[in-house]
């Protein structure tokens, strides 16, 4: 249901026996329309019924409770066969029994992480397009959505029949949800973490300060295991084991994206008032850069805000020490007199 309203959304038409697959959709001569529109907007509503995710993919429309909603049902779907006794062919597989009949169709667990990893990047490059065009609620939409196919790798989910997630899973539980393998998905997932986080703080009219703060912390959280030395990686539950060897660059690559997620805890803090905080955050990423760039002038924005910051957290501490003095002077002269 909710891929047919995406596709009466876009203006197109689906195939109802390959619902997710909006990509092969007719021709609408409609150039608006981008990737990114055409990737579903929940990958459940794709990744579970999809034999290159999936060895047992889920029989197409099932959930649809065909005796409550029997009206709906016939004004929408009955002539597009989207029904749990439909026999429905999907490259090779027959849903009806979820298994598939080609024995020469193998499934390949590291071209379903492949195909995960062009979507985002596809959510990810479309989201920046935005971002450049200044169209900021564009961008934070497409970078939602981007998260939303991150979760499929690095948040935890019940147990499924994305088989391909599963040694991976074990892995993240093994060190308390952190991914411990830097990879090309991973700093993906960072970055587009980072973005939201940016856009979030760019236009007044979706001006999110928590949710950007939320972000950034969570990009921080996710970088601990590659940002405690060069050449060392962290895990364990506790994250209290090293692993040694790891590329110089992996070390690089997270200072880098740590240095951000501190300027984007900055510039949250800053746009909330909270300049000690901003200034801590500023200091931190200034810290973060010099630890690996160390012949690298600071950023001008960046310095510029740690001034203002700097500035503006004195401006608050005399003002507060002004009320202060006046409440003491107040109290004093409300005071009675001891002398007759």
Not at 228 to 247: D, I, K, W, Y
Request: aromatic residues 10%; proline residues 4%.
């Amino acid at each position: 249901i909710r891929l047919c309203h995406q596709a009466h959304q876009l203006g197109i038409s689906i195939d109802p026996e390959v619902p997710w697959d909006l990509q092969a959709a007719p021709e609408t001569g409609d150039v608006s329309l981008s990737t990114a529109d055409l990737i579903p907007n929940c990958p459940a509503d794709w990744l579970p019924y999809d034999t290159k995710f999936t060895e047992d993919p889920l029989l197409v429309g099932r959930a649809l409770n065909r005796e409550k909603f029997e009206d709906f049902y016939n004004l929408r779907y009955a002539s597009k066969r989207i029904d749990q006794g439909t026999k429905t062919r999907i490259k090779g597989t027959d849903i009806d029994t979820g298994k598939d009949n080609d024995a020469d169709a193998e499934f390949d667990a590291s071209k379903a992480w492949d195909i995960l990893h062009e979507i985002i990047s596809s959510l990810k490059e479309e989201g920046n397009k935005a971002l450049e065009q200044k169209s900021v609620h564009l961008a934070a939409r497409l970078y939602d959505k981007a998260l939303a196919y991150c979760s499929i790798a690095y948040v935890p989910f019940p147990q499924s029949n994305l088989d391909f997630l599963t040694s991976h899973q074990k892995l993240l539980s093994k060190n308390a949800w952190h991914c411990t393998r830097w990879s090309a998905l991973f700093k993906s997932f960072i970055s587009i973490r980072l973005n939201l986080s940016m856009a979030l703080l760019k236009d007044s009219d979706i001006l999110d300060t928590d949710t950007a703060h939320v972000q950034a912390s969570l990009a921080l959280f996710d970088l601990r295991p590659f940002t405690s030395a060069p050449g060392t990686v962290l895990f364990g539950r506790r994250l209290q084991n090293s692993r040694e060897n790891e590329p110089i660059e992996t070390f690089k690559a997270a200072k880098d994206l740590e240095a951000k997620a501190y300027f984007r805890l900055g510039s949250a803090k800053f746009q909330d008032g909270q300049y000690a905080s901003a200034m801590h955050m500023f200091e931190k990423c200034l810290a973060a850069t010099s630890e690996v760039h160390p012949e690298r002038k600071p950023d001008k924005m960046l310095v510029r805000r740690l001034a203002e910051s700097k500035r503006l957290f004195e401006k608050q501490r005399k003002k507060t020490r002004k009320k202060f003095k006046f409440a003491i002077e107040g109290d004093a002269d409300e005071k009675p007199s001891n002398s007759e």
